[in-house]
């Protein structure tokens, strides 16, 4: 297999799975209480970030990902300092760039953060890089799972046929 060709069969699984990866959760069943309209960002905020992984740069999680990971990781456990900082500086960023302007509803002055330190960037950064490897080991896992089905059932119809030869 050429290079080319592996570059191109790593953009179509990457734009398949940008719409069809799973949204990784911190587990604990709170899953369910993920408000729709933060579910529905993520396919295109991954669009995006595939578009621009294309052009060279690392690929990655995305801010909507992250903020849903954070919102089902502080129902289960209180956050330190550091990543409440986080949870909020990223919701703010989220909420105000996916809410609808006539809902005349704004992130609250008192609980905004606008920037972050540089230590709570890379634990942001690594966060979103993890994200991403999750999405993409399950994306294999699925692969494999299907590619071994499909040998398995060509196996069954090449049994079956080979009985009905002989039935005959």
Not at 22 to 50: A, Q, S
Not at 62 to 70: F, K, P
Not at 82 to 91: A, K, N, S, V
Not at 125 to 138: D, T
Request: one cysteine or more; a negative charge; aromatic letters at 10%.
């Amino acid at each position: 297999m050429t290079t080319e060709h592996q570059t191109l069969e790593k953009g179509i699984s990457d734009l398949v799975g940008a719409l069809y990866d799973p949204t990784i959760v911190y587990p604990g069943g709170w899953e369910d209480t993920i408000p729709d309209w933060l579910r529905n960002n993520v396919k295109l905020e991954r669009l995006v970030e595939c578009m621009k992984s294309h052009k060279g740069e690392e690929p990655t999680g995305t801010d909507s990902e992250a903020v849903i990971y954070l919102y089902t990781a502080c129902l289960c456990f209180p956050f330190d300092h550091d990543w409440t900082e986080i949870y909020l500086y990223l919701g703010r960023k989220v909420y105000e760039r996916w809410r609808t302007p006539d809902s005349g509803v704004t992130f609250p002055d008192d609980i905004k953060v606008e920037s972050l330190r540089p230590e709570q960037e890379r634990d942001l950064s690594r966060l979103k890089g993890w994200i991403y490897e999750r999405r993409v080991q399950a994306r294999q896992v699925k692969d494999r799972a299907e590619r071994r089905e499909k040998k398995e059932a060509a196996k069954v119809r090449r049994g079956i046929q080979a009985n009905l030869e002989f039935d005959w």
